[in-house]
């Protein structure tokens, strides 16, 4: 349920101590390309120390480790084993690499489909255990494929359809990858209506001042509330398994999808 | 041999050991008259806990919480470990 | 008030001239305006004959003391001040006050207060020097014109209608007809020419640029939203903001809910800065009613635009003053080192004891604007601003609605209004205590490292009441 994913970086303090601050629904704690390899050590030490005194109802905490082929990947697992998380975000990720994962971890599961691979094989991906959502990295996706990543998203359209699509058929949250321009806000909108209309309802942010953004556009919107509130009212009051509103059938389906939209007002406070 | 784990960044602290025939900590903070007393504990209390007395702590401080300072202790003594072996 | 005197007005081009007409030895109480900030010159020319000719016993009324006043501090060391009588200071001579005192004492008023006792003569001054950007013949001047100009002259406007001798200092002196004197020239003794009273660069303070720092940000929304809900964003509505950054979005953030909602202000006071004048020229506001001037943009927008008006300290903030613009305000946005459980506010020492401001207006906002707000992060470099008492109070708790951290909002329990008009909000209130252990949570309790040996000075309040005192750390 959570509209925003924000990375902080795994080995400074200032962030992690304020990491309930960002309002950000979710949080991913990186020990990966943010900490420098000399302080890998540092980063897991900070983290477990930080976790173990510190506990957050509210916000749900991943840790990206470091990809299974890196010298890092099992340190990274064995010191935060014990520690109160939501799961881990899997860099690099493959069939594989989350077989992997699973032999040494029995957390909740982000892959990261950051790779032409991943992304021919997202639904094996999407079927693995402990996966609970799929992220998206256009960064290094559009890397490998040597082509240049733009606002209008021409080159990863089909990426993100996929994704979102295998997410969808395996009931998984599909989160777009990072915007990277931080002081961009107007491009940061388009980017992120860009992947809700494909289908996503989560998008991961790099920097704090994304956050407010973000959270508003995978929020549902006043009008989207005020609809599943008629629906719901009407569904008790005729007592009947599908009815007709506003001339529309409204059957099942929509009077679930009705009750989710109503459970994220609630929880985001709208 | 000296090694050091941590930083000078806002909210961090830099722990710096070396070995020493005594037990040794220097602290030099922004908030030393609040917390100097503190830090202290910290550093003391991770010492104890890793069996360590015979040696020279110098934390550089820049407003760490006691999180961060036992975090940097831990991890300047896990590569001094290292660095024996 | 003095009476059309026979007395010419005397044009002279040293500060000597003046120690020859005039007996300094029997005017020992002198003052300053600030308006030129740290880009001033006028100050340390001036007292650098003080210093030469080794005048004692010298009573000191600068508005303000900005860090590059550093005669004031060669005459603090050479014993030759006795008392300083001022409304902020910061810098070298406020850091070696707090460790040494002064012979005689150090007194804290408020921008409001100050009008106040210079002219009921409380602040009884010999002489006044004020730096005019802008001076005709006649002695008539305004601050907002000339090659050093500096923006509203407020400060200065007391002095120069209450002083017993009026110096105007100014390096453009003109044969021109001024409209709208904001110092009127049959108030002024002496012309002292210079070739430059200032530099302009130095005039803009170090923190007139809105904040990005994310936990900045979140409060200046979570203010802005607290506004909002209680209603006071409202057509006519009248603002005033400090000069940090985050006050700074604030303004920003309601500009953009009064765009949205088509709302217009009736006025922004205080301390300008170019985005209230931004505001005033997207006829988003009628008004501004300037008493200072942060930027330069602030300053060309006095000179240019008939809506943005400059006032004495008095029509500022003088309770005495039955049309002060203060008391049509509704909301103020201010800052703090420190708050404590009884909400009374400190601006004037940091943790460490060290005088680093004064209340300026402060205190005469909060008390008279209908909701006065405190933004701050709860936790600065491990010190939490919530304390059980803070070292100096500068501004009384009654006066302080509501505090808005990043962690939470605290509304004071006095006001059982706003906590009622909050009763089903989704912003995070909670009780000053509980946002205290909140802070100590992450950072422990500090040890309280206050002395209270040795008294320096005192903070006077606007109703002369001596409302703490300040001790040497």
Known sequence: ?270 | MKVSAGSLESSDCLITLSPSKELKITIESSVFDQFGDQIHEVILETLKANNLFEIAVVCLDKGALDYTIKARMETAIKRMRENNE | MKEKSLKKLKIIKTIDELFENEEITLNKNISFHHHLRNGDYVINYVLQKYIDEEVQNINLFPSAIFPNYKTILTLIKNRQINNITTNYLNGDVAKYISTHGLKGKLKMQTHGGRARAIKEGKNYLDIAFIAAPYVNLKGDAVGYLGKTRCGSLGYAIPDSLYAKIKVLVTDNLVDEVINNPEIKGENIDYILLMDKIGDRAGIVSGTTQITTNPLGVKIARNTSLLLAELGLIKNGFSFQSGAGGISLRVTKDIKEIMINKKIKASFFSGGITKYHVEMLEENLVEKLYDVQCFDLEAIDSLAKNKNHLPISASKYASPLNSERVIKDLDIVILGATEIDYDFNVNVTTDSHQTIIGGSGGHSDTASEAKVTVIVSPLIKGRIPIIKKRVTTITTLGKNIDCLVTERGIAINPLRKDLIKQLKNTNLKILSIKELAEIAYHFTNIPKDITKRDKIIGEVEDRTYEIIDYLYQK
């Open chain 1, 1 to 270: 349920m959570s509209r925003s994913y924000l990375f902080i970086p795994g080995n400074t303090p200032a962030m992690i101590q304020n990491l309930d601050v960002f309002d950000s629904d979710a949080i991913i704690i990186d020990l990966e390309d943010s900490v420098n390899a000399f302080d890998k050590d540092a980063a897991r030490s900070l983290i477990e120390n930080f976790l173990t005194k510190y506990a957050f109802d509210e916000i749900k905490i991943y840790i990206r480790i470091n990809s299974v082929d890196s010298n890092y990947f099992y340190s990274d697992v064995n010191q935060t084993a014990d520690l109160a998380i939501a799961g881990y975000v899997l860099p690099k990720a493959s069939v594989k690499a989350i077989k992997q994962l699973n032999q040494v971890s029995n957390k909740k599961i982000i892959p990261i489909i950051e790779s032409p691979m991943a992304l021919l094989r997202v639904e094996e991906i999407a079927k693995q255990q402990n996966v609970i959502a799929l992220l998206f990295g256009a960064e290094d996706y559009t890397k490998e494929l040597k082509i240049k990543r733009t606002l209008e998203g021409t080159e990863i359209l089909y990426a993100r359809s996929i994704i979102a699509i295998a997410a969808n058929a395996y009931k998984l949250d599909a989160i777009d990858t990072p915007y990277t321009s931080k002081d961009d806000e107007e491009g940061l909108k388009t980017d992120a209506l860009n992947a809700k209309n494909l289908g996503f309802n989560a998008k991961a942010l790099i920097h704090p001042n994304q956050v407010a953004v973000i959270n508003e556009i995978f929020a549902p919107s006043k009008t989207e509330i005020a609809e599943a509130k008629r629906i719901i009212k009407k569904s008790e009051e005729t007592k009947q398994g599908a009815f007709s509103l506003d001339g529309k059938m409204i059957d099942l389906p929509i009077i679930e999808k009705a009750k989710k939209v109503l459970e994220k007002a609630k929880k985001y406070h709208l």
